[in-house]
């Protein structure tokens, strides 16, 4: 396991930490709320006995003093902001954060580098009032109802496949149905179409990347599905906010 804090003020701290396959976390707690972003592998969190599994583009909402015990498994990677200040609490929409829950973070990178490449208090503020928006909107418009277990099943063959997948040929041929009705139906219970779902998923690895290992651009842009070094320039850009270079001098 690795760790490192990647941004740090008097009110929020942001770590990017790195969990090799198998590792587990005893029951434990934390002194400040958590916003976590996985960006790659999977994640088993227990709470209050209940076990949930996520994985890349998950988000989790993790409590002051919430019990909670980790299972780590494909050299899982995940950005933690820790919220330090007590006057937090004050802001609208804080109590977003008074329960644990696993959400869709599909377009939440993008709210986490802008908070880490803030420079004043006001602009800090602002940029943390986004992410509650961000994270309330997800709750009210998460479905509540049963996802159907076919879709379930799409979505787990898009987390194993998205490197080179062709949509329109490869779901067709594994599901036997339209495309385009199969995209339909993920966007209304997912919120983002299969295409833009699945390069969140190669900038998500993308920057799980760039933090574990030292391997140029180009060879990182043809290991994640991109075509080459400039198309995963323009989608990273696109989904977080950053170039792959800013990204990089961050972490």
Not at 39 to 49: N, Q, W
Not at 105 to 113: A, I, Q, W, Y
Not at 142 to 150: A, L, S
Request: glycine share 4%; with cysteine.
């Amino acid at each position: 396991m690795s760790t490192k804090s990647i941004f740090e003020n008097p009110f929020v701290r942001v770590t990017r930490s790195c969990y090799y396959d198998g590792m587990t976390f005893k029951t434990h707690s934390h002194e400040n709320d958590a916003i976590s972003l996985v960006l790659r592998g999977k994640i088993h969190e227990t709470v209050e006995g209940k076990t949930i599994v996520g994985g890349a583009t998950k988000l989790i909402i993790k409590p002051t003093h919430i019990p909670h015990k980790n299972f780590y498994l494909n050299n899982c990677t995940i950005m933690c902001v820790y919220l330090k200040e007590k006057k937090h609490n004050k802001l609208l929409d804080y109590d977003v954060l008074k329960e644990w829950d696993m959400l869709n973070g599909n377009n939440s990178v993008h709210f986490f580098n802008n908070l880490i490449s803030t420079s004043t208090e006001e602009q800090y503020y602002s940029n943390l009032k986004k992410i509650l928006s961000y994270i309330k909107y997800q709750k009210i418009n998460t479905k509540k109802e049963i996802i159907p277990d076919w879709l379930i099943y799409v979505k787990s063959y898009l987390d194993e496949n998205w490197q080179n997948i062709q949509i329109r040929k490869d779901l067709k041929k594994e599901f036997k149905l339209n495309p385009i009705y199969i995209s339909k139906i993920f966007k209304n219970y997912y919120g983002q179409s299969i295409q833009k779902y699945l390069i969140t998923l190669r900038v998500s690895n993308t920057m799980a990347n760039m933090i574990h290992d030292d391997s140029g651009l180009s060879q990182i842009a043809l290991s994640n599905g991109f075509s080459d070094q400039s198309h995963m320039g323009r989608s990273f850009k696109k989904i977080t906010g950053f170039t792959p270079l800013e990204f990089k001098k961050i972490i």
